[in-house]
């Protein structure tokens, strides 16, 4: 006995699929071992927490435990805590309780995982989590792994406020326990608070720089992105893939072809090229760098394609008027059986704009909704609305918009007044300025364009009223900003 319930532990242990666990637990449950204390503990492992396992086997086996310790609510805690559920490792938690299971540091650190990952409404709750009040109570707040659990739930909902709290609170804080911290104010939007806990650590490591790096980058502030990606090669800190998708991505808000050519033979030395996520930021910079032969290149070599590859590819083609290559690489796409998004329409439907293919145009909306239960957003109605008025069809646009299920609003009336503009139509273009008036009646360039089509057609007045009107309301004119120059200064136009 004691030979076959080793063989099904090592079995288990080696396990690469839910196919061979059945066959492994069906054996144990032959040998009368399915109780076994180490054969049951593989099988339970990696059905629940294994990438190739299955929460709904697990949580099956975990019911048919007398008396699960622990150790198994842990595994089960720390499963949910990965799943699409992360709410049931807190049901958990609260049944362990009440079967009066000890907790442990490991359950606090999975179930505080599960809670960062859960929606929370409730402000008290954002800034003081029921089960940070637990770990006090239940005297954890001594171990450091617990601590940093809750340092980076509350950095995960921007409450740094409780994260510097619990960071305070924290005895022999670590590069974690910082970078945690870090991410808190990253989190809130709060920059130059984040750049001053960095600059304090005693020790920075990869995930402290690159959640700057990342910081900046999404903050639209690719310029300190790129020089703290500098001083981090500088120190020799080695980036990582989330580090080296974010300079991408800097690149590409700066227009900054050279350095994001750098970075792809980097990437290419360093043994990065076969990362998925950064040959779709690469096809991304080189596309919106004008570099469409470079993209191509790139994404022809793939060969695996992510949806965000082919999403990448298709709004590409679509963005340099190359129409007919976004539908053939959306033919590839679906003939690969993978499924499109609310992306690769909208991606679509822009090419179909930019080629006047209106009847082509309208059955992709339908079929989105009808064939792929993909829901129209504004955004779609907005590329509907410009393919509609680039062929003149300016009622049938304007039908749109007021038939719209969802609320609309200014960019799409926008566009539609944009196309008055270029047909011509006074009629329409007072009609749709009344309505922007109702929604954005400070945003001046909507008056401008009304005027334009006035003056075109000869009504002078008509133009100086649309001008009183703008000056009465406030109305103002965005100004317009490029970037130029090798230094990347700002240059205003108004």
């Known amino acids: 006995m004691q030979s076959t319930s080793q063989t099904l532990a090592s079995m288990a242990e080696a396990c690469l699929s839910m196919q061979q666990l059945k066959v492994i637990h069906g054996r144990a449950l032959r040998s009368n071992l399915h109780h076994h204390a180490i054969v049951l503990a593989k099988i339970f ?76 409404h409730s402000p008290s709750i954002m800034a003081s989590d029921e089960i940070h009040g637990a770990v006090l109570k239940l005297g954890f707040c001594l171990h450091l792994f617990v601590m940093n659990a809750l340092i980076h739930l509350y950095a995960a909902r921007g409450v740094p406020a409780s994260a510097r709290r619990v960071f305070d609170e924290t005895a022999g804080a670590d590069s974690v326990s910082w970078s945690g911290l870090v991410a808190a104010h990253v989190r809130a939007g709060e920059l130059e608070l984040a750049r001053q806990v960095f600059d304090e650590m005693p020790d920075r490591d990869v995930v402290s720089w690159t959640m700057m790096v990342s910081g900046y980058a999404q903050a639209k502030r690719p310029k300190e992105a790129l020089e703290l990606f500098m ?39 360093n043994g990065f090229g076969w990362m998925v996520s950064l040959c779709n930021a690469l096809i991304d910079m080189y596309a919106k760098c004008g570099c469409i032969d470079q993209a191509w290149q790139l994404f022809n070599s793939m060969e695996i394609k992510s949806l965000i590859t082919w999403n990448s590819m298709i709004s590409a083609c679509a963005k340099h008027g190359n129409a007919d290559d976004a539908f053939m690489v959306f033919a590839r796409m679906l003939d690969s059986c993978t499924r499109p998004d609310k992306i690769t329409f909208l991606a679509i439907l822009t090419a179909y704009a930019h080629k006047g293919c209106v009847n082509e145009g309208y059955r992709l909306f339908e079929s989105m909704q009808r064939d792929y239960g993909i829901k129209a957003e504004v955004e779609h109605y907005g590329c509907m609305v410009d393919m509609l008025g680039r062929a003149g069809r300016l009622e049938d646009a304007y039908g749109l918009i007021t038939g719209m299920p969802i609320p609309c609003n200014d960019v799409v009336w926008g566009a539609l007044l944009a196309a008055c503009r270029i047909h011509g139509d006074v009629e329409m273009g007072e009609r749709v300025l009344k309505k922007l008036m109702e929604l954005r009646p400070d945003k001046g360039g909507y008056y401008i364009l009304l005027r334009d089509i006035y003056v075109a057609a000869g009504q002078r007045a008509e133009a100086i009223e649309v001008r009183r009107a703008m000056d009465v309301n406030g109305a103002t004119k965005t100004p317009g900003w490029s970037w130029v120059g090798e230094e990347h200064s700002p240059h205003h136009s108004s």
């Not at 190739?52 to 499963?79: E, K, M, V, W």
């Not at 958990?92 to 359950?107: C, E, H, K, P």
């Open 45 to 120: 492992r990696f059905a629940a927490v294994s990438p190739g396992g299955c929460l709904r086997y697990a949580d099956r086996l975990f019911s048919q435990i007398y008396q699960p310790n622990t150790f198994f609510y842990n595994i089960l805690i720390r499963g949910y805590s990965k799943s699409s559920t992360p709410s049931r490792s807190v049901r958990l938690f609260n049944q362990m309780r009440r079967n009066s299971v000890d907790t442990d540091g490991f359950t606090f650190t999975f179930l505080l995982k599960s809670r960062s990952r859960m929606r929370i």
């Open 231 to 269: 001083e981090m090669r500088d120190a020799g800190i080695k980036p990582d893939e989330v580090t080296l998708v974010s300079v991408i991505s800097a690149c590409t808000s700066l227009g900054d072809l050279q350095m994001g050519v750098e970075m792809h033979r980097y990437i290419l030395e």
